[in-house]
């Protein structure tokens, strides 16, 4: 019993690593105009997607930092779109073209369903190397979980495709805060019934 709470607050941690550099891209959107009277340096950064960029890449690599200094360790997935996000934002602010910054979700979840389908394709379910400490299931329930996912980030990757192509900056950062992120909460609750039906320890699962 004394473990549990100890695991829900380095879950509740490991969330707010994730979401925080998402709340700063957000709240650096919306208040792009006011942190610029405020900071006039940030003037010349241009518009206030440029400064939410800005402030998205630092609390990127802050939270790696942290994640880093606490666990010795980074996992795969926020390492690679940490990674994406710092190239591609740099992309951004150095040509002043918003296009990178919009593209980056797409590039991100397509790679992950490409790394994932072509694991399949080769008789190798990663997800099960990713996740194989937090879940325990039989290597079928691996490789529908695996499968799933991989389609998964590819309806990701179409989405933010049509959503940057079709509506205004400040609506794509709407759908990339509050779009991306609910469906992928939704999605991931909606396989319970896997974890449930291939569990090779219930108890663990």
Same mark, same amino acid.
């Given at each position: ?5 100890a695991?829900?607050?380095a879950?509740?941690?490991?969330l ?5 550099p ?9 208040e ?9 340096a ?5 518009e206030?997607? +440029? *400064?939410?960029? #800005? &402030? !998205?890449?630092?609390?990127? =690599? ?14 795969v ?11 591609f934002?740099?992309?951004t ?10 593209m ?13 389908l ?8 990663l997800?099960? +190397? *990713?996740?194989? #400490? &937090? !879940?325990?299931?039989?290597? =079928? ?20 495709e ?5 509506v205004?900056?400040?609506?794509w950062?709407?759908?990339?805060v ?28």
């Open positions: 019993m004394s473990g549990k709470p695991v829900k607050s879950t509740l941690s490991k707010l690593l994730e979401l925080g998402l709340g700063v891209f957000f709240f650096a959107n919306a792009g105009k006011r942190l610029m009277e405020w900071f006039p940030l003037q010349a950064l241009g206030p997607i +440029f *400064v939410a960029t #800005a &402030a !998205f890449m630092i609390a990127i =690599a802050a939270a790696l930092a942290v994640s880093f200094a606490r666990d010795r360790k980074v996992p997935m926020p390492l690679v779109s940490g990674a994406v996000v710092l190239v934002g740099g992309l602010l150095w040509l002043k073209d918003e296009t990178f910054i919009k980056k979700p797409t590039l991100v979840n397509a790679l992950f369903g490409t790394i994932l072509g694991g399949l394709a080769f008789g190798k379910p997800l099960g +190397f *990713v996740f194989g #400490a &937090a !879940f325990s299931l039989t290597e =079928a329930g691996w490789v529908v979980l695996t499968r799933r996912w991989g389609l998964f980030f590819f309806v990701l990757a179409a989405l933010n049509v959503v940057w192509r079709t205004s900056t400040d609506a950062v709407d759908f990339k509050f779009g991306i992120m609910p469906l992928t909460f939704a999605f991931a609750l909606a396989q319970t019934p896997v974890l449930t039906r291939y569990a090779a320890d219930p108890d663990k699962t």
